[in-house]
């Protein structure tokens, strides 16, 4: 089992920068894939950044340009870079591990989550 920690976000005006951060720990290995996700208030989990064990990575189209990921293998970290916030940006985001990911954002793909870190956009 993997035990992620998520932390950076916060509140942020439209067009504002937030990096969000994720430490693995546990069973971690040299093929986990990691990604990011986040969740509105009555919306459906969406995958927004993965990066494969190899550091091919995978975007949403609405983040594309604005959003980036990496990791830090040393450390078993991995990072969001948020720019150009929007307010549909809003929610919560989550860290998400899994072995032999097939498709990247989708959520059934990984059996490891953090507990999530608020990003809230205002207009």
């Known amino acids: 089992q993997v035990q992620l920690v998520e932390s950076g976000g916060g509140s942020v005006q439209s067009g504002g920068s937030l990096r969000l951060s994720c430490a693995a720990s546990?069973?971690?290995?040299?093929?986990?894939?990691m990604a990011w996700f986040r969740q509105a208030p009555g919306k459906e989990r969406e995958g927004v950044a993965a990066?494969?064990?190899?550091?091919?990575?995978t975007y949403v189209e609405s983040v594309k340009g604005r959003f980036y990921i990496s990791k830090d293998n040393g450390e078993n970290t991995v990072y969001l870079q948020m720019n150009n916030l929007r307010p549909e940006d809003t929610a919560m985001y989550h860290c998400a591990t899994g072995y032999l990911v097939a498709s990247h954002l989708d959520p059934y793909e990984y059996d490891s989550w953090g507990q999530g870190t608020q990003v809230t956009v205002s207009s």
């Open positions: 990066i494969t064990p190899d550091g091919d990575k």
């Open positions: 546990g069973h971690t290995g040299r093929a986990l894939s």
